[in-house]
T-cell receptor, first 117, second 116 residues
Framework: AQKVTQAQTEISVVEKEDVTLDCVYETRDTTYYLFWYKQPPSGELVFLIRRNSFDEQNEISGRYSWNFQKSTSSFNFTITASQVVDSAVYFCALSGTRYSSASKIIFGSGTRLSIRP | AAGVIQSPRHLIKEKRETATLKCYPIPRHDTVYWYQQGPGQDPQFLISFYEKMQSDKGSIPDRFSAQQFSDYHSELNMSSLELGDSALYFC???????????????FGPGTRLLVL
């Protein structure tokens, strides 16, 4: 069975602080995909990143960075120099390959991030 | 760039009524997924379609049905609505690809359904 765990329910930091959102996943698939989505108060789900299980390279995109470690089944997300506009619920998610029954996305329970001015 | 379109954006229904939600995928995307997100919950997979055929089924109630049409848009039909059906319903689409790789699912803005 596939499972995504986001142990941090809520995080609150002061603007300009760095913050890391943790994500741990479980899967028996050898090929799988990991995602992060952002859900601002307006409700839409915004795609941030996709990683496949064969690519453990860390990625940086502006103030965002992601650390994928297969050895610990973790896919953590760090925001550097946080801003008020980063306030949202962040979902870590997992899926299998397209042509398997596991192509659906399994979401974690989400981490509500609040950035205080 | 074109995004996934969902209509209506908001819907209010009474218990036992029916509702139809529509989803228009990004052009050239052949796969559509439906998710339900209850208040304070994470999105839960309902059903998906690939090339107009149902490809996977999740925790979709028997009162719900869905289909994908020849133009790839999809409709989620909900009957005998219950209070617990109040939720945000997302449609997502992904492009066709070969080799079995999983493409990114791009989500629409959602339809907020309120059942009174």
């Amino acid at each position: 069975a596939q499972k995504v765990t986001q142990a941090q329910t809520e995080i609150s930091v002061v603007e300009k602080e760095d913050v890391t959102l943790d994500c741990v996943y479980e899967t028996r698939d050898t090929t799988y995909y990991l995602f992060w989505y952002k859900q601002p108060p307006s409700g839409e789900l915004v795609f941030l990143i996709r990683r496949n299980s064969f690519d453990e390279q860390n990625e940086i995109s502006g103030r965002y960075s992601w650390n994928f470690q297969k050895s610990t089944s973790s896919f953590n997300f760090t925001i550097t120099a946080s801003q008020v506009v980063d306030s949202a619920v962040y979902f870590c998610a997992l899926s299998g390959t397209r042509y398997s029954s596991a192509s659906k996305i399994i979401f974690g329970s989400g981490t509500r991030l609040s950035i205080r001015p | 760039a074109a995004g996934v379109i969902q209509s209506p954006r908001h819907l209010i229904k009474e218990k036992r009524e029916t509702a139809t939600l529509k989803c228009y995928p990004i052009p050239r995307h052949d796969t559509v997924y439906w998710y339900q997100q209850g208040p304070g919950q994470d999105p839960q997979f309902l059903i998906s379609f690939y090339e107009k055929m149902q490809s996977d089924k999740g925790s979709i109630p028997d009162r719900f049905s869905a289909q994908q049409f020849s133009d790839y848009h999809s409709e989620l039909n909900m009957s005998s609505l219950e209070l617990g059906d109040s939720a945000l319903y997302f449609c997502a689409s992904s492009p066709g690809t070969s080799g079995g790789t999983q493409e990114t699912q791009y989500f629409g803005p959602g339809t907020r359904l309120l059942v009174l």
